[in-house]
């Protein structure tokens, strides 16, 4: 249970609720135990004495019955209600996380993994809004089962421990090769579900070398293998069922000798009497016995969601990749520029890519990055965008006067509306062209968009109210291209930074947006490693790599 206490601390504000839920749980599970034993008191004194329960009884007995159906419509209304709460909050974790840690030093496809994780928190919702009070609603009941066979009859209260600890022992004994198997099967699954993902993603590679049939085969033999190992386990389960069956028919019989034998001394008087009240007793004591042993099954099929909340706990730890800003200073409304101080940086794996490396590039400057392919170009974009803090020496945006303002003093919001960054592979957003230039900004008017947009180049018939498609599939390569400086132009930065955007352009699109950074007024810094984009500035700085 470590790895889901582990997601607690993101749940605080969710914990009264969570304990609401579980409140109700135990609430309506006692109610449903009181219809029971009271069924089965008046069902015993029927037979025992002849004579009909008492209007007591009855009134008793409608009262529970309507408490427990209001209560379960009020758990299941809980229950549902907190999911999407717990749902929200894990993702809002993770979202913080990602933030402050992607784009990370591992140089890993962080897309990939965060949908991943989130996934696992779809899986994970039920168990916190639902499964955890439902667990803790058993251990209760079981315990007062317990409590009340002891007040009844003590020596049943023995029969009860006895048969309780036998279920748990048994279901957590059967939990460990239950969880193994399910975690390989897991694995299995999971595989062959990137297996089958991957492959849709190259089909035209699969087509043209002819491993269609090579793809099939591995999905259906690891098919074959999940298929195989999800028989195994529920042979597992099977026996764990069945063995719990058997002990709560030894309770019985257990509790229905211990009344014999003793002749219901204890609460019970002798006589006539055991005989009413037995079946009361039986029933209380299989509630508690059988919820107990429900709970330790519900813990050893928790193996699925196991690997899901480690996934979770480790994409939720991941370090920050840029400080929090302690004492921001406020930064001047004048141009500015860059400048890279004695700048070293290494991946997570240690490699590095910068070594005191010193740059100065005065407001309103253009300057470009070139280099060979890991040279460093795309680090010291990210660099002076501060999506990453460097391992040593000190990025700064400057004045005119020479006025250094360190990157890590400055605050989020403040440097964003300072600096804009125009990536290699621009992300669209899902909507219209409209909201996707504004994604960030304050609000612009249409007129203002439809100029921008004339400076980067028309859109070929795409309007701003015009949706993209996810990730603007609608747009071609170019398109997306200059959408992308658009989004950024709109946002008026003083420091303008663009990564190889034109990277895969044809030369028309190239010449374009080559002409709009020529005519920005703020300062540029483009890396690049095409002889036509950087011809165009007026400043080149090699890295050596």
Known sequence: MTVFARLLPPLRPEWRRIAGSYAIGTTSALALTAIVVLAALGVGGAVVHGTWPSATWWVTLAVLVALRAVLTWREMDVSHALAYRVLARLRMALFDTYSRSIPGRRREHSGRAAAVVMTDIEKLEFFYAHTLAQIGTAVTLFLLSLAGAAIILPAAAGVVLLGGTVVALTALLGAAPARRLGAREQQERERQSQTLVDALGAMREILAYGLRERVVHEISQGTRRATRLAGRRTVVTAAIDATRELVLTVVII??????????????????????????????????????????????????????????????????????????????????????????????????????????????????????????????????????????????????????????????????????????????????????????????????????????????????????????????????????????????????????????????????????VLAAFEGTVLVASHRRETLERLPRVIRLSG
Do not use: C
């Open 254 to 515: 257990g509790i229905m000798l211990v009344a014999l034998a003793t002749g219901g001394s204890g609460v019970i008087p002798a006589g006539a009497d055991t005989a009413a009240v037995l079946p009361a007793l039986v029933a209380l004591a299989v509630t508690g016995v059988a919820a107990l042993g429900e709970a330790a099954r519900t813990l050893t099929e928790l193996h699925p969601l196991t690997a899901s909340a480690r996934r979770v706990g480790e994409a939720l730890s991941r370090s920050a990749v840029v400080a929090d800003v302690v004492d921001p200073i406020a930064l001047p409304d004048e141009p500015l520029g860059l400048r890279f101080d004695d700048v070293a940086f290494s991946y997570d794996d240690r490699t590095p890519v910068l070594r005191a490396w010193s740059m100065h590039i005065p407001p309103a400057a253009h300057v470009g990055i070139a280099g060979s392919s890991g040279a460093g170009k795309s680090t010291v974009i990210t660099l002076a965008a501060r999506l990453w803090d460097p391992t040593d020496g000190v990025v700064s945006l400057v004045d005119a006067a020479g006025r250094r303002y360190p990157l890590s003093r400055i605050a989020d919001d403040d440097l964003r509306r300072a600096v804009t960054v125009v990536e290699q592979d621009p992300v669209l957003f899902h909507g219209t062209v409209r909201e996707n230039l504004l994604r960030g900004t304050r609000h612009r008017g249409d007129s203002t968009l439809r100029d921008v947009l004339a400076r980067v180049g028309p859109l070929d018939g795409i309007s701003l109210d015009d949706r993209i498609g996810e990730h603007g599939v609608r747009l071609s390569g170019g398109q997306r291209a200059r959408l992308a400086l658009a989004r950024a132009l709109v946002r008026e930065p003083r420091v303008l930074i663009v990564d190889e955007v034109t990277a895969s352009l044809d030369p028309a699109t190239e010449r374009r947006i080559s002409d």
